[in-house]
């Protein structure tokens, strides 16, 4: 049974740094797409990007306006995908999900992020 | 501002049938499939539809979707109070070279 674990969520300052971990089980997401997509507090969906986990690093998308700040990174051996996030804002305070698939087919239960002082 | 359109909330009887709308243009629902979520309150999006009308394993025939040019439908039939949820659409958009959902339909079984 695929299975997908985010981890990582909390509070930070704006202008922080956070990473999250999704730990995947039940398959292998060696050269297969994987998401992160987050949702801000009673709104709506919005994708950050995806990564094509592959032995020597593997292609990425990200949404435009996240580019630059957000970096997603995987490691096959340990069947995790990764999200670095930088000079977080309030703004960027939601719900991050993982998921299979580049639109999500198999979703984690989410983590929360809130950006604060 | 959603790249895809959806209505904001609909509400129907149980029993009846109900179809949710996605708008988007050549950019995206256009030339790319489509896919539907569900989501419940404080719970992750489910899969319901993919590839414009393939329902995942698990997923009742109750629910079925289509695509015509540049919009994209979700419908619901023998509508049960355990429907009413969040909807969205969500589609590869190629000239964002992004995945983009539509800002989602509340459904309010009555």
């Known amino acids: 049974e695929v299975r997908l674990v985010e981890s990582g969520g909390g509070f930070v300052k704006p202008g922080g740094s956070l990473r999250l971990s999704c730990a995947a089980s039940g398959f292998s997401f060696n050269n297969v797409w994987m998401s992160w997509v987050r949702q801000t507090p009673g709104k709506g969906l919005e994708w950050v990007g995806r990564l094509k986990s592959q032995p020597n690093g593997g292609p990425t998308d990200y949404a435009a306006p996240l580019k630059g700040r957000f970096i997603i990174s995987g490691d096959a051996s340990k069947n995790t995908l990764y999200l670095q996030m930088d000079n977080l804002q309030a703004e960027d305070t939601a719900v991050y999900f993982c998921?299979?698939?580049?639109?999500?087919?198999?979703w984690g239960q989410g983590t929360l992020v809130t950006v604060s002082s | 501002q959603s790249v895809l359109t959806q209505p904001p909330s609909l509400s129907a009887a149980p029993g009846q049938k109900v179809t949710i709308s996605c708008s988007g243009s050549s950019s995206n629902i256009g030339n790319n499939y489509v896919s539907w979520y569900q989501q419940f309150p404080g719970t992750a999006p489910k899969l319901l539809i993919s590839?414009?009308?393939k329902r995942p394993s698990g997923i009742p025939d109750r629910f079925s979707g289509s695509k015509s040019d540049t919009s994209a439908t979700l419908g619901i039939t023998g509508l049960q109070a355990g429907d009413e949820a969040d909807y969205y659409c969500g589609t590869w958009d190629s000239s964002l070279s992004a995945w983009v959902f539509g800002g989602g339909t509340k459904l309010t079984v009555l």
């Open positions: 590839e414009n009308n």
């Open positions: 998921a299979t698939g580049t639109g999500g087919i198999k």
